[in-house]
């Protein structure tokens, strides 16, 4: 009997699958897409109704050939790619490459499942489906609006600003929005105001902390010290009696089961994981993770979804659970069921376990570390969403004053106590920043009644400024896309990536911060093509590509209707749009070397000042404002002297690959440099006893921007740089030793110092030391927040141990 064929896209799910699905099924695995836009090409034919020209991705040709005889001989072929827009647009092509006219063709089915259980796949195949037309054409109208949009405008951005640039439809509205928010904090005036709090005594502790809120019956807002010391005065010696309290019962409901979005929030304040590093995880947890005996698990569903649907079965699961493990004052009287947004796809559910009676605890030992607190914190989101509201007695005491100017002063103090934990026994929502109910809890009130006088004890004004907006970051950042309905919460992960690698934005602190290329990238494009980058606009083309899914409108339609505008715009810019590769900007400050006037350019570290006189006069300083900025800026500080320790001549502003940095204006004869905030100058380079093995000068000890190294004294004429080895010998090819090298960036990795002979690379390093589980020739040294670890490289291979390091080693990782 013929075996049916089933293709998913990853080889750890076709491993999970084909456990479930026995030995009359071969499951094989087309890692992603097989087709796709080519990337020389626009590949669009524009002319012919936006007519996309797929094409084989490079290297899948071979494994398309093995499909295709791996199917000739099935019975059946079931596509099984995830159950999105994507996964259908791969299930298309597969069709299409696999599809014959012979008569013993095997007939080709789509399944679709939400979660990888034995249950859920076995009515995956007892119901097959065809592929849906409606979502390919979905995810081919966003492919070719983003093909457009990315071939089109990114030429100009190359001819304007620089080589290497790109905009796209949907990550320059996030660019947009991080720039803007910039703005907003540079321009923000802070205010003052100032509060004026009474500590007041009851009968019995605690004492009553209270704020001032209403001066005869009206909102006060105190803008001053001599405001707030007019009150304090008026207040002096005046008693203060209870006017009333309020005690009332407070409900706090359990907060739904995750979707993509919230995941990659939650995930982000409460694991401190990037969305990227979110989603790698819930993919590896959905596909399958390997178990001890019971082997590949998929421990959750699907992880692309914007549905909160949960299934009966799992609903009768979890309930079963709470009671159980909480109690059943825990158990709402029928499940909870939430709202999905407008435009949710409900055939897909909630992000959940696939089986909520296995346990975080259960797995722990079993799980890496990364995988156990994402699996922990969907487990408990999904377990509290089914549970009981949390119940609180919030009591709010409101105590009067009549001040010296016969004027009443209104004082406030709430508290929260619990009353019943709820859903809170099982998890609390992350909070971006703190709120009143914080404060409420924290805040304990004493017994007191209406009327009661209660005794003063101090009064504290306090001076406040208002804050300016709070730059974003990555979860606050998919908060606003995902509410503004830019994007799809699938395509956060891949945006936040490539605006960080294009250097648009910088992470400090955690926060977004647009750079100078950021700033420049952004006015440049909403100059010229506003409407598109605009927020509502996005969101409106969101819309059109869920109408394409739900067959209300033919995609072709919605690419000519954009493409009318698009093209009129992209005219407009190729004659108009400002460029900044050829801008001068005039300043007031003049050439110091042949005192010709100063302008303001763009190169390619930035904008920096120069002089009008080049190419005979080369001087340069650089500019210590961002270009958008320069307008609203002083200059006059860009005069401020800094001398050269060495030679005494003045110090200047100067950039380069890796940032800002001063250097001696006697350059070529001095040339001394110095980091910006660096308190020492560059050591001096230390010669050596030892020869150089290719010319026999001295090697000499220098200072790089990686720190130290040795290399010859001869250079450039010989370039000799010693390598440093770690005393391990080289795994794979048993002549070479490891040598710590760094890459362009920086960043330490291993390699073999036979290279390009022996191309081995390690990221950690390695440990001459062979596996016990796998066998693996070495173990790699890995720092964890837990101390460092010898891990095998091995992706199949879970094995770990701690390792013992010198203190030296702990500081040197610390810092790195």
Known sequence: MSKSLVIV?????????????????VVKASLGHIKDLPKNDLAVAVEKDFEPNYAVIEGK?????????????????????????????????????????????????????????????????????????????AQQARRVLDRLVGYKISPLLWDKVRRGLSAGRVQTVAL???????????AFQKEEYWTIDVQLNAKKPPILNTRLMKLNGE??????????????????????????????????????????????????????FSVKRTMMLAQRLYEGVELGEEGLVGLITYMRTDSTRVSGDALTEVRDLITKRYGAQYLPNSPNVYKSKKDAQDAHEAIRPTAAMRTPEE??????????????????RFVASQMNPALF???????????????????????????????????????????????????????????????????????????????????????????????????????????????????????????????????LLVESFDDLFDVRYTARMEEELDEIEDGKIDWREA???????????????????????????????????????????????????????????????????????????DLSEQGAEEYCENCGRTMVLKKGRFGTFYACSGYPDCKTTKRIGATEQKKADVKLDEPCPQCGSNLMLRQGRFGEFTSCSNYPKCKYVKQKTIGVACPTCDQGEIVERRSKRGKTFF???????????????????????????????????????????NSECKYKRPIEVTPEETVANAGS
């Open 9 to 25: 896209e990853s080889p750890t799910k076709a491993k999970t699958i084909g456990k479930y699905l026995g030995r009359n099924f």
């Open 61 to 137: 040709k071979k494994l398309i050939t093995e499909l295709k005889q791996a199917a000739k001989g099935a019975e059946t072929v079931y596509l099984a790619a995830d159950p999105d827009r994507e996964g259908e647009a791969i299930c298309m092509h597969l069709q299409e490459e696999l599809q014959t006219k012979a008569k013993d063709a095997p007939q080709i089915f789509r399944v679709r499942f939400n979660e990888i259980t034995p249950a859920a796949i076995r009515k995956a195949f007892e119901q097959p489906l065809q592929v849906d037309v409606n979502l390919v054409q």
């Open 176 to 186: 947009r929005l991080i720039v803007d928010r910039e703005r907003e904090i540079r």
């Open 219 to 272: 909102n006060l807002r105190i803008p001053n010290a001599e405001g707030a010391d007019s009150i304090v005065a008026n207040l002096d010696g005046v008693p203060y009696t209870v006017d009333s309290v309020v005690t009332k019962e407070k409900k706090r409901n359990a907060v739904p089961p995750f979707i993509t979005s919230t995941l990659q929030q939650e995930s982000s304040r409460k694991l401190r």
């Open 363 to 380: 797995l722990q030992s079993l799980l890496a570390e990364d995988e156990w607190k994402l699996y922990r914190l969907i487990w408990m």
């Open 393 to 523: 007695d919030q009591t709010t005491i409101e105590v009067s004053a009549n001040g010296k100017d016969n004027a009443k002063y209104l004082f406030r103090a709430t508290g929260s106590v619990p009353k019943f934990d709820g859903f809170l026994a099982v998890y609390e929502e992350g909070k971006d920043a703190k709120d009143e109910e914080d404060d409420e809890l924290k805040n304990r009130l004493p017994a007191v009644t209406p009327g009661e006088v209660l005794k003063f004890r101090a009064i504290s004004p306090e001076q406040h400024f208002t804050e300016p907006p709070a730059r974003y970051n990555e979860a606050t950042l998919v908060k606003e896309l995902e509410s503004d309905g830019v994007g799809r919460p699938s395509t956060y992960a891949s945006i936040l990536s490539t605006i960080q690698e294009r250097e648009y934005v910088k992470k400090e602190g955690g926060k977004f911060v647009p750079t100078e290329l950021g700033f420049v990238v952004t006015d």
């Open 559 to 633: 690419m000519s209707e954009f493409y009318g505008k698009f093209q009129k715009d992209l005219e407009h810019a190729e004659r108009n749009m400002t460029d900044i590769k050829r801008m001068e900007k005039p300043t007031d400050l003049v050439c110091d070397k042949c005192g010709k006037p100063m302008v303001i350019k763009w190169g390619k570290h930035g904008s920096f000042i120069a002089c009008t006189g080049y190419p005979e006069c080369t001087n340069t300083r650089e500019l210590t404002v961002d270009l958008p900025d320069v307008g609203n800026a």
């Open 751 to 793: 390699g073999c110092n036979r290279y390009p002979d022996c191309d081995f690379v390690a990221w950690g390093k390695p440990i001459r030391e062979t596996c016990p589980q796998c066998s693996g020739k070495y173990l790699i040294e890995k720092w964890l927040k837990a101390g460092p670890v010898a891990q095998c490289p």
